[in-house]
């Protein structure tokens, strides 16, 4: 399971990386393998406001929707539209090209409720015992 | 809590081999081994082999009316060639349906009877309830396993191994050995592609698995990718589109019914004209109708709920079957499904999704 060293994870799969109050978020290696083939990703509207950990986004694979929990409380300030004509990016590219949003962050305090890449993959640890 | 599953003779193989696995039914069953997408395409172009082993199979002897069998499915069995199947149901007094079957009539006394994984214990006991006394039964879901070779390359393969199986034409079937196995072939699926359903022992299921995977264009594949083929097929799956509350005339199974016999649930059935009846969306984007979603027209009434639902490769779009007011099924009325917070767009159509299959090539 492949895991970006300098990013944030949660425990229901996602992932931030921040850089200047901008937090670029997707959905993990071991999330994108779980779900499968995506096939709709339901983008958040640009301008919305999010809290840490409220759904912003839904993810649709051939055969269930799962919801995505923003990781950082903020104001939406670009969502990735290539995903709505190839959603299928999230599985090929799941920390890059399948970025889903980016969120101007309100409070960087939230960050300390996220996992770093160890606690993260500790945590993945523990999830298959 | 661990729930028991039961293994098929090739649980352990779907294991060995790096299937996710997933509980249907009560057994232990592969949902895929590549992406859903991958085995899709492979399916309608080339030949996947599902494992099938879960589904129950009954061996009934006896005439057809004498026997009892006649009077317990909804479909006319007297008049069936032998070596030939056919698609119905069985009801329960009210007239809701027990299980969706195919019967095979193996000699003029001679019967196998398909029925769902899930149903195999109360479909047993309806059997013995109200076959007759003259009539044997025996429950041979254990010892018969069942492989499904479908795609349209299937009788390519299949016509090296089982010589003969070319002659085989739509819902029919024979013996024939493969390996030395004696094995029961039909030509029947729940793809929509040309294919074939081959019943063998229990303990060389393994063996002919095997035999049929030396060739290099046949993948192994899940259940996963089943449900896909069969909702763009329109075929309908029990726990879904049918139920026993749910009548055969709303499960749109009138076309499988008998009006010239008798049949447990008859009577019920011909008492209650169906408000309701099933149908199928397609969704206006990517996004999917699911089970559980309501269906609503285009004022914002409800008029009814989807059954099952699943993104269509063929169509890069969601589908959607459910059971409808019989006034909003038309081909081409636009609907939404979802609930009161999000609603999409999907417009009626007419049954199948997928109109390409080799089916009956």
């Known amino acids: ?129 | 809590m661990d729930t028991f599953l039961n293994n098929t003779p090739l649980t352990e193989e779907h294991v060995a081999l790096g299937a996710k696995m997933v509980g249907f039914g009560g057994w232990n069953m592969p949902l895929q081994y590549e992406p859903i997408l991958s085995e899709w395409e492979y399916n309608r172009k080339t030949v996947s082999l599902f494992d099938c082993s879960h589904m129950g199979e009954f061996m009934i002897k006896g005439g057809a009316k004498d026997s009892g069998l006649d009077r317990i499915v909804i479909q006319a069995i007297a008049d069936m060639p032998v070596n030939s199947c056919r698609y119905g149901a069985m009801l329960n007094d009210s007239g809701g349906v027990i299980d969706d079957l195919i019967v095979y009539r193996k000699g003029p006394q001679d019967w196998m009877i398909v029925v769902n994984a899930a149903n195999i214990e109360k479909d047993a006991r309806h059997f013995r309830e109200n076959l007759n006394a003259s009539a044997s039964f025996e429950d041979a879901s254990f010892k018969t396993a069942k492989l499904d070779l479908q795609g349209p390359q299937s009788r390519d393969v299949l016509k090296a191994l089982a010589p003969g199986i070319e002659q085989l034409s739509y819902y029919t079937f024979d013996q024939f050995k493969i390996n030395g196995v004696p094995c029961l072939i039909s030509r029947t699926g729940y793809t929509g592609e040309l294919g074939y359903e081959i019943y063998c022992p229990w303990e060389k299921c393994k063996e002919i698995w095997k035999t049929i995977l030396t060739h290099a264009t046949v993948k192994t594949t899940g259940l996963g990718v089943r449900d896909v083929l069969r909702v763009e097929m329109c075929y309908s799956l029990y726990g879904h589109e049918l139920e026993e509350t749910i009548s055969p005339l709303e499960a749109g199974l009138d076309k499988f019914i008998d009006g010239q016999k008798d049949f447990i649930g008859r009577q019920a059935v011909s008492g209650k004209p169906a408000s309701r009846t099933i149908g199928y969306l397609t969704s206006a984007s990517r996004k999917s109708p699911r089970a559980g979603n309501k269906i609503f027209d285009a004022a914002g009434n409800e008029i009814g709920l989807v059954t099952s639902g699943t993104f269509s490769p063929a169509l890069q779009a969601g589908i959607g079957i459910g059971m409808m007011s019989r006034h909003s099924k038309d081909a081409g009325i636009g609907v939404f499904f979802g609930d009161e917070k999000s609603k999409s767009a999907a417009v009626v159509v007419k049954r199948p999704f997928y109109k390409h299959g080799s089916l009956k090539s």
């Open chain 1, 1 to 129: 399971m492949e895991i970006e060293e300098n990013f944030l994870y949660t425990k229901e799969h996602e992932w931030v990386s921040i850089e200047d109050n901008i937090a670029t978020m997707g959905i993990t290696d071991y999330a994108q393998e779980a779900l499968g083939d995506v096939t709709y990703v339901e983008l958040p509207e640009e301008e919305a406001e999010v809290e840490q950990f409220e759904q912003f986004v839904s993810v649709e694979s051939v055969k269930a929707a799962s919801d995505i929990y923003s990781p950082m409380g903020g104001r939406v300030i670009e969502v990735n539209r290539k995903l709505e004509d190839t959603p299928g990016l999230i599985n090929k590219d799941c920390y890059g090209k399948g970025w889903i949003a980016k969120v101007d962050v309100r409070d960087m305090d939230e960050s300390t409720n996220l996992m770093s890449a160890d606690e993260y993959r500790n945590y993945l640890d523990t999830l298959a015992h």
